[in-house]
Structures are given as C-alpha cells and as structure tokens.
C-alpha cells in the first residue's frame, strides 16, 4: 500500500523558512516522479513543485520560482520542499503527490498534507 | 497561466447524473489527452477519479466517467448517490514549467 507521510509544517512569520519532508512508502520510491500541491484554506488546488524520479529535473509554479526548492533522497526514500522568503499567500495545506511512473499526467496518490501558516 | 474554468457548483437528487464542466485553451486541456479529475471531501486529501480523460483507477465506481472535447473536459457521475457530495477538481498537463493546471472546482450537492 503507498504511503506518503507529509511533515515539517507550522507557523512561519513572513520572510521566514520551513522546510517540508514526505516519507514515502509501499512502492519503488526512486522511479516515480513526485510533487508538492498546495490548497489555501477554503480555497482549490494549485500545483506547486515536481521533481522527475532522479532529482535531475525541477519544475516550479511561477508564485513560487525563487523562493522554494525541491529535493528528493532516494536512498531515504523521502521528498522535501525547502520554502524561504515566505509570504502571507503561501498559507495554505501542503499535500506530497505521487505522480504515475509513466510521467508527469496525473496524481495517482496523495499524502494527508500539513499546514503551513504564515504569519505575524 | 490561468486556471481552468469550472462551475462553482452543481447539484442532482439521488439516482440522477450531472456533469461538470472543465474548460481550458489549446495549450493545456485542448493540446493533451492529459486531464484528471479529483475527488475532495471536507478535510480529506484529493482522490484520484477518472486519468487521461476518461480512464479510471482501480476502485473507483464506473458511475464515473470522462470526456474531452476541444478545449472543454467533462466528468459525468451517474447515478447519483449521497457518498459523492464532495467537491471535485479537474487538472491538465501544459507542457510548460507549470506542468500542472489545477480547476477552481466545484462543489457538488446530493439533494
């Protein structure tokens, strides 16, 4: 069964740093590409970040080109987010995505997410 | 790039279908056969409904469907039943650094 495990969210005042993992579980980590999607609260879904299944490739939303990077540990089988300069409009429920081994089509699984808040 | 365009909400009783609606341009919905449909309820993580316009996943009911036409996606649930009042949220593939398009998405009500 895949499991991804988000972590590392929290309150942040704005200009300020966190830094995201995902644990991922029940298949062959290295070969999927992976992604970080977000969701203001009562807000919809917007696509923030993939990473193809080596780390050679990143790709980020125009909102937040710059300011986040993501990495992946295949040997941990863990994703991460590292989110600086942070802004009041990145609050929001980060969700860890696994993306079909074919390529970057769809999401096939989804971790629970964790809340990143950001504020004075 | 904008985000698709999708009805705020819809509604059907039980038993009936509804379809929603997923428009986007000839750079994203309209170029690839690469639309998905999402399904949300309050606090749960997104789901996984309907991949490549109109292929499901294991487990997902076949009272789900999806389409594609020009610029314009659609998902048609069929058969309504209260387990689908959920919000429900379109995404495409666009080729470009933002390889995802996400849908505003819509609420949908079982009355």
């Known amino acids: 069964e895949v499991q991804l495990l988000e972590s590392g969210g929290g309150l942040r005042q704005p200009g300020g740093s966190l830094r995201l993992s995902c644990a991922a579980s029940?298949?062959?980590?290295?070969?999927?590409?992976m992604s970080w999607v977000r969701q203001a609260p009562g807000k919809g879904l917007e696509w923030v970040s993939g990473?193809?299944?080596?780390?050679?490739?990143?790709y980020y939303a125009d909102s937040v080109t710059g300011r986040f990077t993501i990495s992946r540990d295949n040997f941990n089988n863990t994703l991460s987010l590292q989110m600086d300069s942070l802004r009041a409009e990145d609050t929001a429920v980060y969700y860890c995505a696994k993306y079909p081994r074919s390529g970057w089509y769809y999401f096939e699984d989804w971790g629970q997410g964790t809340l990143v808040t950001v504020s004075s | 790039q904008s985000a698709l365009t999708q009805p705020a909400s819809v509604s059907g009783s039980p038993g009936q279908s509804i379809t929603i609606s997923c428009t986007g341009t000839?750079?994203?919905?309209?170029?690839?056969?690469?639309v998905s449909w999402y399904q949300q309820h309050p606090g749960k993580a997104p789901k996984l409904m309907i991949y490549?316009?109109?292929n499901r996943p294991s487990g997902v009911s076949n009272r789900f469907s999806g389409s594609k036409s020009g610029n314009t996606a659609s998902l048609t649930i069929s058969g309504l039943q209260a387990e689908d009042e959920a919000d429900y949220y379109c995404?495409?593939?666009?080729?470009?650094?933002?390889?995802?398009?996400f849908g505003g998405g819509t609420r949908l009500t079982v009355l």
């Open positions: 029940g298949f062959t980590f290295s070969t999927y590409p």
């Open positions: 490549d316009v109109s």
């Open positions: 995404s495409s593939h666009t080729g470009s650094n933002t390889l995802e398009l």
């Open positions: 000839s750079s994203d919905v309209g170029r690839y056969n690469y």
């Open positions: 990473i193809s299944y080596s780390g050679e490739s990143t």
